[in-house]
């Protein structure tokens, strides 16, 4: 087709007179090819013009009476500069200027009582966020060279799409506060989708006036971690523009990143961060005295004593919203992550679900980090034709394909299936007996006759996998099926109902469910925490009184897992879980009447399916 262009603009200079030039002598424009519903590599990745300015934002987070500003660099193709228009691919982040040194909070601590005097401090020392939140730059500070994706502007520049980066408020060379998850982050981040839309200004290190009149307007955004949580939380304020979003290991509640049913808990591998810790990381504007107030209040607003749900949780909630998302949605998540916990993808999948939002969910095995580190070819296509079909209007069906896409165990099958939780689901209850401190049985009939009450205290100093392994404790109790004769698939939401009691009116609850195989090997297939002084509200504690029994609801983490033929499925219950929960002292008194304790299991099959497997 540019062959054709070219002969026919040959042949009508040749037709004019000597010395006499059209009005506008250059070819038409370079543009974009598709082939079978993807963009083809068609551009030179290299032939292309790099901006930087400052995006206005409606926000005054630093507090100094001015409207804070985005750090943005623009990577387009030259060809924009002769009247091609182009979608744009957003990356923004908190990490492009790297990290600061910050201490954890101390989590050797007694835990809240109410009416008592209690409080927590910080335990000297530091730590360093991990590289799989795709962290650019390594330099503490602002940002000396430009920004890039090794990983994906190469990608994207060729198949016609634009770049932008932007740097989170509060970090490299944006001004404003970071606020983990804050409305203020959001708005920043919402504010470079408006600018490329025309409804905010842009200026230059000069002051002068930047406007982006090479794009179409239509975005999408894509991100690991804190980079895919943005995409989230801007999708969530319904900013025209946004025509897609593909949040990967990305939180949709940061109340459930770092706390569980009242319980504070930790993202896996750092114990002891919290809002104010990963806010104080990321600070890396140059003058941070000016956010010093803002920080101080996150540590106050957070609440790591209670633990209970309020309205500074609720403002960093994007599921609540998830009504005003118009952007497509590519969640994409790890089956392992426990940085980020599938109950960020799987409620916010739900949400958009039930709101007819556009969605596909994609599942991996990993852990925290992009599936493209698989190096799936299948990836890179559904991402190519995604965002050819949302932001370039291919008509290429993926908006008509399975909803679902799961890497199954062997790593090596990727299984399409028409949406998550498996069609054909539900629930399926075993019950505990008799036993629990060395192995008791887990059966699908319910122990008959008067209460059965057993007991464990707890031992915070212990690792939950250790105390699983242990053929006898008095620290958990545990209980499990017979050998499965059948494949046992479980895809959604497990969960445990609890008739339990404490001898001290403070403990952690904490409840595994655990995949036993043949050889005595174990794997914890999910977890999950609770504080039972927020049995009935999550925004509201309540006493607990020792010696009176309570139901306590505990979920565990969502999960797709199939138990293999010849293994066994265990439920096993201990108090606090020494890598995720606070940890008191040891001593804490904990009982089950198992005659009203019952698991219930997303059992692909349903009730049939589980007594096939494991009676």
Known sequence: MKGVRRAAVLAALATLPLGVLPAVASAAPEGPVFKDGEAQPVFNAKDVVRESLWVRAPVDSDRDGKDDEVYTEVVRQTATDRGLKVPVVFFNSPYFSGGNDVANHNVDVELYVPNRRGGYD?????????????????????????????????????????????????????????????????????????????????????????????????????GVSYNGTLP????????????????????????????????????????????????????????????????????????????????????????????????????????????????NVAQWYEALRNNGVEHKIWLHQSGHTDPDTLRSAEWRRTINRWFSHYLYGVDNGIEKEPKSTIQREDLKTWVDEADWPAPGTSKAKLHPWAGGTAKGALQSSAVPGRPVVESLRDDSSKLAEDLVDLPRSGNRLSYATRASTTPLRLSGTPSVDLAISFDRPAANVTALLVDRGPDGRSHVITRGWADPQNRSDLDRTKPVKPGETYRLRVDLQPQDYVVPAGHSVEFVLLSSDYDYTLRPKPGAGLSIDLTSTTVELPVVGGVPALRRSVG
């Open 122 to 222: 910080k335990r000297d020392g530091s730590r360093l966020k991990a590289q799989a939140d795709e962290r650019i730059a390594a330099a503490v500070g602002p940002n000396a060279g430009p920004i890039t994706s090794a990983r994906y502007e190469s990608y994207f520049i060729s198949r016609g799409f634009a770049m932008v980066y932007a740097e989170s408020l509060g970090t490299g060379k944006s001004t404003g506060c970071p606020t983990s998850g804050g409305r203020n982050e959001t708005i920043g981040s919402r504010s470079v989708i408006d600018w490329l839309n025309g409804r905010t200004t842009a200026r230059d290190a000069s002051g002068r006036t930047v406007r982006a009149g090479w794009t179409t307007g239509k975005v999408g955004m894509m």
């Open 232 to 343: 989230n939380a801007v999708a969530s304020t319904g900013v025209q523009g946004l025509e897609a979003i593909v949040p990967i290991a990305a939180i949709s509640s940061w109340y459930d990143y770092y706390r569980a049913n009242g319980a504070v808990v930790a993202p896996g591998t750092y114990q002891g961060e919290d809002v104010d810790v990963l806010a104080e990381y990321v600070h890396t504007r140059a003058d941070r005295e000016i956010c010093k107030p803002v920080l101080a209040a996150l540590t106050a607003e957070q609440d790591r004593v209670t633990g209970d749900y309020s309205p500074f949780w609720d403002e960093r909630n994007y599921v609540k919203d998830a009504s005003k998302v118009r952007a497509a949605v590519l969640a994409v998540h790890g089956l392992s992550d426990w940085n980020v916990k599938t109950k």
